[in-house]
């Protein structure tokens, strides 16, 4: 069950830039290591329920239901665009100001975890992706699938931390020139604008 191919599979899809990874980059980048570990534990919890509702056999009702689907889509795709508007009307503000970078770390796992557990597509991602590496005949698929999701987890908290650490070390050399702040700020808006629209165009 937790063969080399599994993990192997696991970190590559885990380090393919989307929506957690860009949030806490960017978390790293503007307001520091620290809160990138915050934003870090947000969206891999925020995948948690799309685990718990594939191990439940709840997201074929999901993937049956195109009313379901399609509003949890759009809620999606409407929090990612008010992401990416939020930072693009900061760029150039930021202006290394201490007060901000004590931004509450709650808040910012929240922000993390709301980006996650409005892509529906994740549901539908596990339950295609976890039963693939449960053993033929096994006669405790559910306890299998939920070891599956644990390890899932912890590789994508650990991927998502380095990508924080790192955004958060190289940041003083960024965060002193305010353009590059500002081209930054936008880049990462423009990327969430289009995940965005990404994911409220996507097919079921």
Request: aromatic letters at 12%; one cysteine or more; proline letters at 3%.
């Amino acid at each position: 069950m937790f063969t080399t191919e599994f993990l192997i599979t696991s970190l590559i899809i885990v380090m393919l830039p989307g929506t957690g990874v860009i949030y806490t980059i960017s978390t790293g980048l503007f307001v520091g290591h620290r809160a990138s570990l915050a934003a870090a534990v947000g969206c891999t919890f925020g995948a948690l329920p799309h685990l718990l509702v594939s191990i439940l056999g709840l997201s074929a009702i999901l993937h049956l239901s195109a009313m379901a689907f399609q509003v949890l889509k759009y809620l999606g795709a409407l929090y990612l665009l008010y992401v990416a508007w939020s930072m693009w009307r900061d760029s150039g503000h930021l202006a290394i100001d201490k007060q901000r970078c004590r931004v509450g770390f709650l808040n910012i796992a929240v922000k993390g975890f709301l980006i996650n557990i409005l892509n529906p597509k994740l549901s539908l991602f596990f339950i295609a992706f976890l039963p693939q590496f449960v053993p033929m005949g096994s006669t405790t698929p559910i306890v299998d699938l939920s070891l599956l999701s644990a390890i899932f987890m912890l590789i994508t908290l650990v991927v998502f931390m380095a990508y924080g650490l790192f955004a958060g070390t190289v940041r003083d050399y960024v965060i002193h020139s305010p353009r590059v702040v500002a081209h930054l700020q936008r880049s990462f808006a423009v990327a969430f604008a289009a995940l965005g629209a990404k994911l409220a165009m996507a097919e079921r």
